[in-house]
């Protein structure tokens, strides 16, 4: 199946659908990475913070080592943990998950979220996490600004660690500012986007500086469940919404695939997962087919603003180390 590809800013390519590897289980998941490529995906989205990395390099050594991929193939991402962004951790770190991954460049390296806290050594706690105590109580914020952690970022990309790079999780009012300073502009933004969270103005902002948008979350609550979310099992789920049923049926197409084509075809990157060979396959073929523009609008009406990746949501980090989404 042939997927297309974002054209950058900076002159490079990025698959439009990838595969995500956040809550993918580190007993599965170089299974699940070697059979996603085997299906045909080629985007895969990583972090520190998910604690698969390793995993996640074995998988595409498998495939590559099979002959099924070459490296080139594939467009990896991965992510900068808060507690690694005084300018002088960024690229040990860096250095360290390409050696987990087995490879020896990213394609795209984001700024996980933009919040600073203390460095904890990668041989006292790796992924380090949130807290910088055991008990998992205490957060303590590193005074890193955003301009020397993505001056430092900038300098992954003119050394070939990483052949683009980018951010996640930031807001309007924090992307303006990044433009006063930046002397590369990012190549793609990562956000939470769903029906439910739209965020059109932050999405209209990053279009019109060139920045490409990759989706995460396209399912909205479903995504959040596992996490034991009670705001995201009691609303409405997308997947059973009475509109994307009737507008999948009338496609020959499931509730999931609609909601990745009403994203891709808006111009998004998408990054879904699944370990079901079916589902793989179908969150795959959602560029084959077009959405009419009503039922794109109607889709989009559905946003009632509801960011379910916060804190007051998940319950285990204090409000105060987020940066809400007020600028949207």
């Not at 960024?90 to 394609?107: S, T």
């Not at 957060?139 to 660690?161: D, F, N, R």
Request: hydrophobic residues 40%; aromatic residues 10%; contains cysteine.
């Amino acid at each position: 199946m042939s997927i297309p590809s974002i054209e950058l800013n900076d002159g490079n390519k990025m698959p439009q659908v990838g595969f995500g590897l956040w809550k993918v289980n580190n007993d599965t998941c170089a299974d699940q990475v070697y059979e996603a490529i085997k299906a045909g995906y080629r985007l895969f989205d990583g972090a520190c913070d998910y604690g698969n990395e390793v995993e996640s390099g074995q998988g595409i050594a498998r495939a590559i080592n099979e002959g099924i991929v070459k490296r080139e193939d594939l467009f990896i991402t991965s992510k900068l943990w808060n507690s690694f962004h005084d300018p002088e951790q960024v690229e040990p770190i860096v250095k360290k998950q390409l050696g987990d991954w087995g490879i020896d460049y990213f394609d795209l390296y984001l700024i996980h979220f933009p919040v600073a806290i203390k460095y904890i050594a990668p041989e006292v706690r790796y992924p380090p996490g949130w807290f910088v105590d055991d008990a998992g109580t205490k957060i303590e914020h590193s005074k890193a600004s955003l301009e020397s952690t993505w001056k430092a970022i900038e300098q992954l990309k003119k050394k070939g660690l990483s052949k683009s790079v980018g951010i996640s999780n930031y807001t309007g009012a924090l992307l303006l500012d990044l433009f006063t300073y930046a002397e590369i502009t990012p190549a793609v933004l990562q956000i939470e986007h769903h029906p439910y969270f739209t965020q059109e103005n932050l999405v209209k902002l990053a279009k019109e500086r060139g920045i490409a948008i990759t989706a995460y979350s396209s399912f909205g609550p479903s995504s959040f469940i596992e996490c034991d979310m009670k705001v995201a099992a009691d609303t409405q789920q997308l997947l059973s919404h009475d509109l994307i049923t009737g507008i999948a049926e009338k496609h020959s197409k499931t509730p999931a695939q609609v909601l990745l084509r009403w994203a891709t075809q808006r111009g998004l990157a998408v990054i879904p997962k699944s370990n079901d060979p079916k589902r793989l396959a179908q969150n795959l073929d959602v560029v084959g087919f077009d959405l009419g523009n009503d039922e794109i609008q109607k889709i989009s009406d559905l946003n009632i603003n509801l960011k379910f990746n916060v804190p007051t949501n998940v319950g285990s980090i204090p409000f105060a180390v987020w940066v809400e989404n007020a600028a949207n």
